[in-house]
């Protein structure tokens, strides 16, 4: 009975060690965060565009600050203030490096179409 004791005990030293280092990733954004709202004047104007947020995200998964890093399309301000807004608040899954929440800068892709 000693022999399947031993067998089970070792597996699961091996199983851990891989884990960890699996655990290295990019901070996530949480499936609930609220997508930025298209800026009524800018739809109704028909403005479209491509904005790219970059945010720092600390290791608790907080955003403490956003900024906008490129643009396509119309440059418009009213569409960096939607994303801007809405970005700030999200809330994330933090960086993880050799297992450990560790602060990070996420760029964030939004795309503004109208559809006609």
Do not use: C, M
């Amino acid at each position: 009975a000693p022999a399947p004791t031993t067998r089970q005990a070792a597996p699961a030293t091996h199983q851990r060690k891989p884990a960890v280092a699996a655990r290295n990733r990019e901070a996530r954004p949480l499936a609930s965060n609220a997508k930025p709202t298209y800026p009524p004047s800018a739809l109704r104007s028909g403005v479209q565009g491509s904005v790219v947020a970059s945010l720092s995200v600390d290791p608790s998964g907080h955003v403490t600050d956003a900024s906008i890093v490129q643009r396509t399309g119309s440059r418009d301000r009213d569409l960096d203030r939607a994303v801007l807004t809405t970005v700030r608040n999200w809330q994330f899954e933090p960086a993880v490096n050799n297992g450990r929440a560790v602060a990070s800068v996420v760029r964030v892709p939004v795309d503004f179409r109208t559809e006609r």
